[in-house]
């Protein structure tokens, strides 16, 4: 691992599972594989050693949802691979019915089960 490098991101979630069927499916697709697995998370973490991990909320603050226009972190952003690429996830996404805020020819962006905007750049 790099100096400087994002070593991981923590992103708490309301539904564990639905986080899991989602991120576990768009990560493969990115690179990431199963890093860690225990009753409350889990974690994915890529090739260069950066990981992402997942962590279901204490039932007494599951009432609050993510909220991207308010303080806090908006989205995640992706390096994706050709035009191609990103149009074939484009299709699996729509096959999937997963919300899509914004596409271009060179970008998506759409949304978790958690309404986390998530972002493919190729």
């Not at 070593?7 to 697709?29: A, D, I, P, Q, R």
């Not at 990115?30 to 225990?38: A, D």
């Not at 909320?57 to 990103?86: C, D, T």
Request: aromatic share 14%.
């Amino acid at each position: 691992m790099e100096y400087g490098q994002i070593h991981h991101v923590e992103y708490y979630v309301n539904g564990l599972e639905k986080t899991k069927l989602f991120w576990g499916w768009f990560l493969s697709k990115m690179g990431y594989t199963e890093y860690q697995n225990w009753d409350a998370g889990i974690s994915y973490a890529h090739k260069n050693q950066t990981y992402l991990v997942f962590v279901e909320v204490e039932p007494a603050h599951r009432q609050f949802i993510n909220n991207r226009q308010a303080a806090g972190m908006n989205h995640i952003a992706f390096k994706g691979g050709s035009q191609q690429e990103l149009k074939s996830l484009v299709e699996e996404l729509k096959q999937k019915d997963i919300k899509i805020l914004t596409q271009r020819e060179d970008a998506i962006c759409f949304v978790d089960p958690n309404q986390f905007a998530v972002e493919v750049f190729c």
